[in-house]
């Protein structure tokens, strides 16, 4: 196990959206932490990659019910979801503490040297940083994939689920989170928090990602820096059947790899 600098707890959210998740009973389970893949669960995936990344104090943000039976059974703490992601992220940040690594418990894949990418790229200035992957890296890690991207003046980038929460003062981050999701169905709000300039420059991708997140970072008060993802891979999650598919194919392939056997 590989030491980590800042020794980082991690928080994994793992919270019940309201009504459940359709795509999870489909598969008969109540919650997509317990999705089975390969003969482990999507939440057990996760910490044990966290875990081989070298982070030793884990929680999971679930509900009271079987994902906070099997958080307890992983040796992880729990911690109540709040109403809303961003609820439930500043409530842990209270009680865990910077420096903080923040994921989600359907990130199937998540590897190790991801998480070590993200902790070890991030400056050490930046207060709170985020992985992301271009476009054409995720492409070409995974060709099929059909991900959702976000424009800028260097390319196209899709979210990891993967941010690190580096000082106390990435709790204003969490804040902005917060009226962010309270204003969702008022776009005009949303905007005029973000920076109305800086938000259609983004639109116009006269900026690049680095510069928007530094501009945002700047307006709510934190320095927030971009860590590019090296693989692809780290942009795929669990939200549909075709994603559960090609997570199964990419199982497949390494353990015929590895061993010649299939799963």
């Excluded at 207060?127 to 890296?137: I, K, N, P, Q």
């Excluded at 995720?138 to 990891?160: K, N």
């Excluded at 639109?203 to 934190?222: C, F, H, K, P, V």
């Amino acid at each position: 196990m590989i030491a980590l600098k800042d020794s980082p707890a991690a928080l994994v959210l793992a919270g019940t959206r309201p009504g459940g998740d359709p795509f999870a009973r489909s598969l008969g389970v109540e919650h997509k932490g317990l999705i089975n893949l390969a003969g482990t669960t999507l939440l057990e995936r996760v910490v044990s990659a966290l875990r081989d990344a070298g982070i030793e104090r884990i929680a999971v943000s679930c509900d009271v019910g079987p994902v906070a039976d099997l958080a307890r059974a992983l040796d992880t703490e729990v911690l109540y979801a709040g109403s809303g992601p961003s609820e439930s992220v500043g409530s842990a940040f209270d009680t865990l503490g910077a420096p903080l690594l923040l994921t989600t418990c359907d990130h199937a894949l998540l590897r190790p040297e991801w998480v070590r990418e993200l902790i070890e790229k991030t400056p050490a200035a930046a207060d709170l940083s985020v992985l992301m992957a271009e476009r054409s890296v995720v492409e070409r890690a995974l060709p099929s994939a059909r991900r959702t991207y976000i424009r800028f003046s260097d390319g196209e980038w899709s979210g990891c689920n993967l941010f690190y929460l580096r000082t106390a003062d990435a709790s204003k981050a969490i804040d902005v989170w917060a009226k962010v999701e309270a204003d969702r169905k008022r776009p005009w709000l949303i905007a005029a928090r973000l920076g109305v300039p800086t938000l259609f420059q983004m639109l116009l991708r006269r900026l690049s990602l680095s510069e928007g997140l530094a501009r945002l970072g700047s307006r709510i008060g934190i320095r927030a820096s971009l860590v590019a993802a090296s693989d692809g891979l780290a942009a795929v999650d669990i939200d549909k059947l075709e994603d559960l598919v090609a997570v199964q194919e990419i199982l497949r392939q390494r353990k015929s790899a590895t061993t010649g056997e299939s799963i």
